[in-house]
């Protein structure tokens, strides 16, 4: 049977992302340990893996370089969304790496298709989850395993709030995915992507049931 | 001033990559160490840091997948070099990993150029040493970091004789190299590597200093 590997944090992407793979094929999941601070997500993708029912294989990568996220002593900024001061956050060439080992285990077991949950909010922010990255990337993981591997990125032309509006559609318990970068037990509300969470649900149109600790501020 | 990050495994191909960019640039090492048996070469690495005098990692990846060369039980194949004997040394993606990660590294260190030693040698076994791996893989690497990294193979088209007499006009001391697949202290001169590199010093015409448990056996 035709399978895709899903590379999965825990968060609402890769989550509803899951799902979507889920309808049409057998899935297996893989999350990346890089050194993150908010590695309380990788809990939430192995919750995600015993509600479908599938395998979940979490990997160690080195801790990665140059960010906010993964380095002690740069805080992750809060409260200010422009593009200067989310950049911080910027975990070079993170997906790159993401993806490489995932098709490289991928193709180990026989699995030809390896999905992502990047999408088209964080385009201005990630060079990363960019259509031209995915396209290029896509080529080059094709030529490097001659054909036995492909990237499957269907949130890529999405908003996050579309993605939202299909997990709904999918059941998808909304309260079962961790997005925070701070990293603690409830979403701060002030970070990042607990902005980026929280106008997702008010554009979506979708109740959003995350306990913020500051459950008022939102941005944008 | 202008640095390359090299991908030094501690083998011939990229010892001579590094006192080539060295000739040019400051130059940075780095080596991965994924699970494989031949982990001794990595000391060689570590040896070629000290005699150029620059910084050198050593980055724990995952152990990989698929692949002879980092699953006990299977084991690297002796005396019989074509394609689908060879093929069972292919670790899937390893040329894309290791880039990515090196990328990585670079960007957050501020060093544009990252180069690795794959080489016309390798073309029939190895889909991620080939051209056009490289072409696609570098243009998505410029993509996914906005201009910051390239990947610098200047090898991509030399046969591994052409990279050894490189290697003898830059007073390289190939005895400080290191390829076999057995990763015993002497090259065992029966595996895969072994042969290309008996081959390739013959074929350069370049006296070949290296110590074989089994010098003699020579194919192709």
Request: glycine content about 8%; proline content about 5%; some cysteine.
């Amino acid at each position: 049977m035709d399978k895709t590997l899903v590379v999965a944090s825990g968060g609402i992407d890769s989550t509803v992302l899951a799902y979507h793979c889920a309808e049409f094929k057998a899935v297996e999941l893989v999350t990346f340990r890089y050194g993150q601070k908010h590695v309380r997500e990788a809990e939430y993708a192995t919750a995600l893996a015993e509600r479908l029912n599938v395998s979940h294989d979490i990997v160690m990568l080195p801790t990665l370089w140059g960010s906010a996220l993964t380095t002690p002593g740069i805080e992750v900024p809060t409260r200010a969304y422009d593009k200067e001061t989310m950049s911080s956050t910027v975990v070079p060439n993170r997906n790159a790496i993401m993806l490489s080992v995932a098709v490289s285990m991928a193709v180990a077991r026989g699995i030809r298709e390896v999905a992502i949950g990047v999408h088209g909010g964080d385009h201005h922010i990630y060079p990363d989850c960019r259509p031209i990255f995915v396209a290029t990337f896509t080529t080059a993981m094709y030529v490097a395993t001659e054909g036995k591997a492909e990237i499957y990125a269907p949130f890529v032309y999405l908003t996050k709030a579309q993605i939202i509006q299909m997990g709904a559609a999918l059941d998808v318990d909304f309260a079962q995915t961790y997005s925070c970068y701070q990293g603690k037990p409830n979403h701060c509300g002030l970070c990042g992507t607990c902005n980026d969470r929280k106008k997702a649900f008010r554009d979506a149109g979708v109740h959003d049931p995350t306990l913020y600790d500051c459950p008022d501020l939102l941005e944008g």
